[in-house]
């Protein structure tokens, strides 16, 4: 009974929703005619002010660098409120449970996996402003790495302090560089260092400095919530 | 000037990236240093709203891109009052937890004092910002913070209303995505000023399916009544003083939100007329809901909802009276609702259920916190010499003014419900024998300071009113004067 | 090219997406064990993203980079998509994964408490 009340009221707001994004159109230019979309700024001053290749990249880290400020702040409180929720006395910090130990040929290869994996995500953030990719990914991509070898070792530990200095130096650059866009006469966030030229590896002033502070920060905080989440003790004890 | 509004983000997330740091040179700093964050956010507030009530609007461009390329922030009378509400009430919550959080280990202190931190740096965020997809970023740091904060303390079923308002929380957010999206979809901007100026090009039916979306979406947060489920276990089991920090500073950042939306952005006139009617929904039941409970501060909860129903009641008559009313409102409820939580709090201290019953005699061993919670009660109420009868009297006469007789009669009904249950709390406190064997728990000193400063307040603003009336005229004007928000924001250059 | 063939398809992708948001939603209100719910959450997560980016589509576009390649041979702005929804919707991937640890770290904490990630089994948990 309750199956057919939850179908019948997706299906309204299903069909609500299909039948405006119908509306919109897809594949096509849908914004009103006559307007000047904020794209096309964005677009045209990505290459003439910015010197960026990665329009994303731009729109991520300049013109809407605040909400990136934001996004960074969501995933240091995640990480907050993770520990916070799983907090338990220093004594009652369980082992990590582990069925069977990896073989050894997982463990030699995840070892020989696991500088080519951080140098993979490194690259992917330096090189944020010039190919798909950035700080996210690549912080993504070297939590990966650590994951692998916490899977693989089954008493692999990373150091607490270690990863919580990282994120917060990484935290403190990126807020930093903000607050540096003042003292230069600027405004918060603004660009201050030469442009370059496009397509450069040092060009963008400071979007790649941001993308780097981005990528550790966000590779510490998901290693961490990794390892928080691994050291659970895996049967109940209430 | 002595800042600038991008201060009130910026300086809180530097300080929450150090706090850990500090943490590893001194313990202590993890407390201090919020403290000293709050206070000179005060202070720059205070400024800036002087600054602001003379010169008019502070509009701050972030990333050197005027609007509408940019994201920028905006410091009216309006948002700048709610800023300095926001930031003098997080101030009065960490004086109080200052000491309240003494026997906690280092650890989870930390987590708190950075938790709270963050749950002001995005409702602040919320007020200040121009942009709707930013201020989906401060509305998520601000739940984050306030899922962390309620699942805070181990032994209770905080976990439970924790995920309940987790589930909530993240189908507001997809709804807000939605309802982004299909304006950007349509219109190629995100910047408030930028949509209000062409949102009269947009089909209307997609302009309405937003507008639902949006209401939807933000009135998780602001807890409107079908969507409120989450709202009074949260505040039962989150640690007293979060309880405070969420009636009076998220669902003010909510409110303001919506108000915001339907006021600023949107220019549907059949919006007016529903924020009405979901606001009466809303108060009713709550007030109705909140006689049935037990719990002390589930009751409050209910009382907080039903508030916030009233406020949205007085902002759908769409009348400069109305604004001001609501505005009045909110102050009153934010100061009034934190001395209720925070001296509610102290009077069912060692309880383990925290009932109504066990508040019984409590005058005896707690004179001065039976004393401002009756304050509180009969101020919430809104009976002669306190705030709140103010405030409850220009909602009635902008009611009068608009010719709602209706609202009137219904709003006059449900504030003798109110009257009821708190009298109820009240008259045990101080003509019931006390039976319970918990044992009373004295306040902290700083608890009884924050306590009687709030206290004074209530009085202050009962005694003379015209020492806020002026500043929340000012600031309902500043809401009220759409063109003026657009030419300010996008004239810049 | 057969224009009606491709109208359909227009269809068929915004279809999908609201489909994998429904299936999303549907698990949230039905299932009953709290993982699973958590999964339907995420679930409506990758839907929402899906409806964004697809709303920056052009068709014919390339990717929003300005690389060598395409200053050589294109030059023309508008041939690329929208980079809009793309920024908008790796800032909610991320949102997302920060809402779905805090959850998951709630079912733990439930977990641990009960022993059961059941909801009808945890009392408070109906509403």
């Known amino acids: 009974m309750k199956k057919v009340l939850v179908i019948l009221l997706l299906a309204v707001l299903g069909y609500y929703t299909a039948a405006t994004f119908f509306d919109i159109g897809f594949g096509q230019p849908h914004f009103i005619k006559g307007l000047e979309p904020v794209k096309d700024i964005y677009l045209a001053q990505t290459v003439k002010t910015l010197k960026v290749s990665n329009a994303v990249t731009s729109i991520v880290v300049n013109f809407r660098g605040f909400d990136t400020l934001g996004e960074v702040t969501v995933l240091f409180l995640a990480v907050t409120v993770l520990g916070s929720v799983l907090y338990k006395k220093r004594h009652e910090v369980g082992e990590r449970s582990v069925l069977f130990s990896a073989s050894s040929i997982v463990t030699s290869g995840s070892k020989l996996l696991f500088p080519a994996i951080i140098l993979l995500g490194a690259y992917v953030f330096i090189h944020g402003h010039l190919s798909p990719g950035g700080g996210f990914q690549g912080g993504v991509i070297i939590a990966t790495g650590f994951l692998l070898m916490l899977l693989s070792y089954e008493n692999y530990s990373v150091s607490h302090t270690a990863l919580s200095v990282v994120e917060s130096l990484a935290g403190i ?66 | 000037m002595v800042g600038t509004p991008v201060l009130f983000i910026a300086i809180p997330l530097l300080a929450a990236f150090l706090i850990p740091l500090l943490g590893m040179i001194w313990k202590e700093l993890v407390r201090i240093v919020p403290g000293l964050v709050l206070t000179y956010l005060l202070i720059l507030a205070i400024n800036l709203l002087n600054h602001v009530l003379v010169h008019g609007p502070i509009v701050e461009v972030i990333a050197g891109w005027v609007p509408p390329i940019g994201i920028n922030l905006v410091f009216s009378a309006f948002s700048g009052f709610l800023v300095t509400l926001m930031i003098f009430l997080g101030l009065l919550v960490w004086i109080y937890s200052y000491r309240f959080k003494r026997n906690v280990e280092y650890e989870p202190a930390l987590k708190y004092f950075l938790m709270l931190m963050m749950l002001i740096t995005g409702s602040v965020g919320i007020v200040l910002t121009g942009d709707i997809f930013n201020m989906f970023v401060f509305i998520e740091i601000t739940s984050i913070s306030a899922y962390g904060l309620t699942a805070f303390y181990k032994g209770r079923n905080s976990a439970e209303a924790s995920f309940k308002y987790v589930m909530m929380g993240s189908i507001a957010s997809t709804f807000l995505l939605l309802a982004i999206m299909i304006i950007y979809s349509q219109l190629g901007t995100l910047n408030m000023a930028d949509i209000a100026r062409k949102i009269h090009l947009m089909n209307p039916t997609l302009k309405i399916v937003s507008y639902i979306f949006f209401v939807t979406a933000l009135g998780i947060e602001a807890e409107i009544f079908p969507l409120n489920g989450w709202a009074p276990d949260a505040y039962a089991e989150a640690p007293g003083p979060v ?41 009713i039941i709550a007030e109705t809901a909140a006689i049935r409970q037990e719990k002390l501060k589930r009751m409050l909860a209910y009382s907080s909802i039903g508030q916030m129903g009233l406020v949205l009641v007085a902002f759908g008559f769409g009348t400069k009276e109305g604004v001001f009313a609501a505005l009045f409102l909110m102050l009153n409820h934010a100061i009034i609702k934190s001395l209720l939580f925070f001296s509610g709090s102290y009077l069912v201290y060692n309880s383990t259920e925290k009932n109504i019953k066990e508040v019984n005699g409590m005058s005896k061993f707690l004179p001065v916190t039976s004393l401002l919670f009756a304050i509180g009660a009969f101020a919430i109420v809104g009976l002669p010499p306190f705030a709140g009868f103010w405030s409850k009297l220009s909602v009635l006469t902008a009611a009068a003014d608009s010719n709602m007789i209706l609202i009137m009669v219904l709003v006059l009904m449900v504030s003798v419900v109110e009257l009821v249950y708190y009298l109820r709390v009240v008259n045990r406190i101080y003509f019931f024998k006390k039976e319970a064997d918990t044992k009373p728990h004295k306040p902290t000193f700083n608890a009884l300071f924050v306590m009687l400063v709030l206290g004074a307040i209530i009085l202050l603003i009962g005694f003379y009113p015209d020492a806020v009336t002026g500043m929340l005229h000012k600031a309902s004007a500043s809401l009220m004067d759409k063109g003026q928000y657009i030419h300010n924001v996008l004239s810049l250059k | 090219m057969d224009s009606t063939l491709f109208h359909y398809l227009d269809y068929a992708v915004y279809g999908t997406a609201i489909l994998v948001m429904l299936i999303g939603f549907y698990g949230t209100m039905v299932k009953k064990s709290l993982l699973k719910i958590v999964i339907s959450l995420s679930v409506i997560d990758s839907g929402l993203n899906l409806l964004i980016v697809t709303i920056g589509y052009y068709k014919g576009g390339t990717a929003p980079i300005f690389s060598p390649g395409f200053l050589k041979n294109f030059k023309d702005v508008s041939k690329m998509v929208d980079p809009i929804p793309q920024a908008l919707v790796l800032t909610a991937i991320v949102i997302g994964f920060g809402v779905t640890a805090v959850a998951l770290a709630l079912v733990i904490r439930l977990y641990r408490h009960h022993g059961t990630l059941n909801i009808d089994e945890i009392k408070n948990l109906k509403w």
């Open chain 2, 243 to 283: 309880g405070a920090a969420f009636a009076g500073i998220v669902v003010k950042a909510a409110v303001y939100a919506i108000i915001r939306y339907t006021y600023t952005i949107f220019d549907l006139s059949s919006s007016f007329s529903f924020l009405i009617i979901i606001g009466m929904i809303t108060l």
């Open chain 1, 173 to 238: 650059t990126f807020a930093g560089v903000g607050l540096l866009g003042f003292l230069h006469g600027g405004t918060f966030l603004q660009n201050f260092l030469p442009t370059g030229v496009l397509n450069n590896l040092f060009s963008g002033g400071i979007i790649p400095i941001i993308y780097i502070a981005v990528g550790f920060k966000v590779g510490a905080e998901l290693t961490g919530v990794i390892y928080t989440v691994l050291h659970e003790k895996g049967q109940s004890n209430g």
